[in-house]
């Protein structure tokens, strides 16, 4: 069975650091793309970034770039977002989803995992 | 702001059809066939309904289908249920300075 397992919820103070992670399984995982989504409380989907794991070819959203760092490591099939200082305005649900190459959608998803950051 | 525009809400009785647009420009959405939709229920992560435009993946009801024209896209569900009650999202690949673009988000109401 194809599935991402997302590490579990996180609370953290504002000017924490944090990585998260979303382990693959069942599938080539160098081969996929991985996307990251942010849900914030009660709203939408935003799309933050992708990483290739094959090589590491990572692209940003201009409205994430330089906010957070997406990561992989293929010999563990694990991709990662990381902050440095986090913000209480990072509260949200994070989500990663593989997305196939040169395909722009994505297939399956990672259950999410929340992060809280409050004084 | 959303780069895709969806409408906040839509509703429809057990067995209507109900129709779900998202409109973008000639630089996401009308430029390309990379349309996908997403299903997402409460506290749950999003689920791929429709991809490439009108693809269905294997498990999805051929109730679900996809279409567009020119630069706004549509999902629509026949033979509504209580279980499509959930939020829609359009996603499209685009040539501007990020790679995916979201829609804002439907909630979809079954009366």
Partial sequence: EVQLVQSGAEVKKPGESLKISCQGSGYSFANYWIAWVRQMPGKGLEWMGIIYPGDSDTRYSPSFRGQVTISADKSISTAYLQWSSLKASDTAMYYCARQVPARYYMDVWGKGTTVTVSS | ?111
């Fill in chain 2, 1 to 111: 702001q959303s780069a895709l525009t969806q409408p906040a809400s839509v509703s429809g009785s057990p067995g209507q059809s109900i129709t779900i647009s998202c409109a973008g420009s000639s630089s996401d959405v009308g430029g390309y066939n990379y349309v996908s939709w997403y299903q997402q229920h409460p506290g749950k992560a999003p689920k791929l309904m429709i991809s490439d435009v009108s693809n269905r993946p294997s498990g999805v009801s051929n109730r679900f289908s996809g279409s567009k024209s020119g630069n706004t896209a549509s999902l629509t569900i026949s033979g509504l249920q209580a279980e499509d009650e959930a939020d829609y999202y359009c996603s499209s690949y685009t040539s501007g300075n990020t790679l995916e673009v979201f829609g804002g988000g439907t909630k979809l109401t079954v009366l």
